[in-house]
């Protein structure tokens, strides 16, 4: 179960989509697939042309046997963009139908729409971080001094020098989720060379759940190596015309914001990005 690439949770995304995903994910996990089916269902009615619904469709499915069913939501899910492989074959869900036709052709076509949506992503997002550096203030003024979930604190003002890929996020939110092993990839690659990463959480609680629990959970199942602090909803609102979660800023060594991405990105897109900033940011480094 879980996301997909081109997801953006919006706030002006209907509420029953994000409500019914959460449902559904619950039901999922405990074992009740035509529960969980109903709720994927009326997510996908209130968002027909996002995929994630429907890939979550086909693992209950799979999950149910019924493997003709849930080839057909896979494929469908492919149709609306959904293009994960490697969460794919990574998802216990989906084992069921691993030695069907449909499963490998929906893999082969995953290929596809990744490497041609990475390539024209990949020129677009360079060619906005240029204008991004010719802003000679930036493209809009930020600040934020948090407490860490470690402790201690996390201000922008203590990173000069340094790209800074702030993730604007939530544990809610299925896209910000599978976005986190890139980050922890790019901290792992890049952490070394200039780039920092940090984590902005904004959560959506829910029955009395403390948002700081959740995140410290997710941060230890996660293995998340870089840091994270409970976003103030001020912050938000620094940010013109926010549209919503998971959102990425990349920040340059003298605290301007030179580029915004929304949604969930493939890999190699966010790569580039990181690897143009840190070049623009130390014109000598080679990567």
């Not at 360079?126 to 996390?154: C, M, N, V, W």
């Not at 203590?158 to 896209?175: A, Q």
């Not at 952490?191 to 403390?210: A, C, I, S, T, W």
Request: with cysteine; charged share 30%.
């Amino acid at each position: 179960m879980m996301a997909s690439l081109a997801l953006i949770v919006t706030l002006a995304a209907p509420a029953d989509l994000a409500r019914n995903l959460q449902e559904g994910l619950g039901l999922l996990k405990e074992g009740k697939y035509k529960e969980s089916i109903e709720a994927f269902q009326k997510a996908q009615e209130a968002a027909p042309k996002n995929p994630i619904p429907a890939y979550n469709i086909a693992c209950a499915y799979s999950r149910m046997g019924e493997k003709e069913k849930a080839v057909e939501w896979l494929s469908k899910s492919v149709d609306l963009g959904y293009s994960d492989r490697a969460h794919t074959e990574a998802d216990s869900d989906l084992d069921a139908i691993r030695d069907t036709e449909g499963y490998k052709k929906a893999l082969d076509r995953m290929d596809e729409i990744v490497q041609k949506r990475s390539a024209q992503a990949i020129e677009k997002a360079k060619e906005d971080l240029a204008k991004g550096f010719e802003e000679a203030e930036g493209l809009f003024p930020i600040d934020f001094s948090l407490a860490g979930i470690d402790g201690k604190p996390l201000a922008l003002k203590d990173l000069r020098g340094k790209i800074v890929l702030c993730d604007i996020w939530g544990t809610w939110c299925p896209p910000c989720r599978m976005y986190v092993p890139h980050l922890i990839k790019l901290h792992e690659t890049y952490g070394g060379k200039g780039l920092v990463v940090v984590g902005l959480n904004y959560e959506r609680p829910q029955g009395g759940e403390d948002p700081e629990t959740l995140i410290k959970t997710f941060i230890a199942e996660s293995k998340i190596p870089y840091r994270c602090a409970i976003g103030e909803p001020d912050l938000l609102k620094q940010i013109p015309g926010f549209r919503g979660f998971p959102t990425s800023l990349i920040i340059d060594g003298k605290g301007k914001v030179r580029l915004v991405e929304v949604g969930y990105k493939e890999y190699p897109v966010i790569e580039a990005i990181v690897q143009e900033a840190l070049k623009r940011n130390r014109p000598r480094e080679r990567f």
